[in-house]
């Protein structure tokens, strides 16, 4: 998959996304405070926590999307509001949590809508575009479902073609709150592994919101455990991944399984 080739670009000194003393929370209460984290091209970011933890507002906020209580979000080295909307479309992908198709469309067509930062205003999608689109859709396993009605497909299927449409976006961020929601997993093990050669191959780089810390330990460069009480511990995975901090991020005992090549983590 090589989408992102398609975007003129030069190599970034300034890391892709920089936050400063950033505090985030909803409806009175407070998520995540005084985090400061820097994240640099080809770098891979797992973000861990219970339910209700602030994951998702976290992440919306680290998309331009959701004001922060305090500090401030950077992407290569400069705010959204500096950027301007459709330069921030091209830096950073968002993919949510949950979204619906409101309107029937063919998957390449839903798929397409990814390239529109990248067109003049009134323009029309090209056929480098439509390539970019096929390219994307066959990188996810939906190349043979290009002209199926979007309301026709399972929700793996869906949660596939929204992972499409922003690899046909070809952001240099992908902000990706809960990637593996829905798919069985050989598409959870694809995915990550679709990623991980994107930052190897292309150095994009990507935040994600994930539920099982042995893959993020084993696909990503860098956690951060997102703690109940606002605190934050994060770092490379090798260091921040363990069972004590794990045990206390969960508020349940786990241990430790290392075979030599993996690691995973099993209820004590």
């Known amino acids: 998959m090589s989408a992102t080739a398609d975007i003129a670009g030069i190599a970034h000194t300034v890391p892709v996304l920089t936050t ?16 400061t984290l ?19 507002t976290l992440l919306a906020a680290l998309a331009g999307l959701r004001p922060p209580q305090a500090g401030e979000v950077l992407v290569e080295g400069a705010s959204y509001a500096t950027h301007g909307a459709r ?3 091209r830096i950073r992908g968002w993919l949510p949590q949950s ?7 063919t998957v390449l067509e839903t798929a397409l809508v990814g390239r529109h930062p990248h067109l003049a205003r009134w323009d029309w999608e090209s056929e480098k575009d ?24 399972s929700g793996g299927e869906r949660q596939r073609l929204a992972i499409a ?18 798919l069985d997993l050989n598409h959870q093990i694809a995915t990550l592994e679709l990623f991980a050669a994107l930052a190897n191959e292309e150095r994009i ?37 363990d069972s004590e901090s794990l045990s ?21």
């Open 205 to 241: 780089a990507s935040v994600m919101v994930l539920h099982e810390p042995g893959l993020a330990a084993r696909f990503c460069s860098r956690a951060l455990l997102l703690f109940d009480d606002g605190t934050t511990r994060q770092g490379d995975c090798d260091e921040v991944i």
């Open 165 to 182: 449409t922003l690899l046909t976006q070809a952001p240099r961020l992908y902000l990706l709150d809960e990637p593996l929601a829905h």
């Open 130 to 153: 439509a390539d970019i689109a096929r390219r994307a859709l066959a990188a996810v396993g939906l190349a043979e479902l290009a002209q199926r009605d979007v309301q026709t497909l």
């Open 20 to 35: 400063r003393a950033l505090t985030v929370g909803v409806a009175g209460l407070t998520f995540c405070r005084d985090l």
């Open 248 to 268: 206390r991020l969960y508020g349940y005992p786990l241990r430790e399984i290392d075979d030599g090549h993996r690691r995973w983590f099993m209820p004590v």
């Open 38 to 56: 820097s994240l640099r091209a080809g770098e891979s970011l797992a973000i861990l926590g219970r339910n209700g933890a602030g994951k998702s």
């Open 87 to 89: 330069a921030s479309a």
């Open 99 to 105: 979204r619906s198709e409101a309107f029937s469309s």
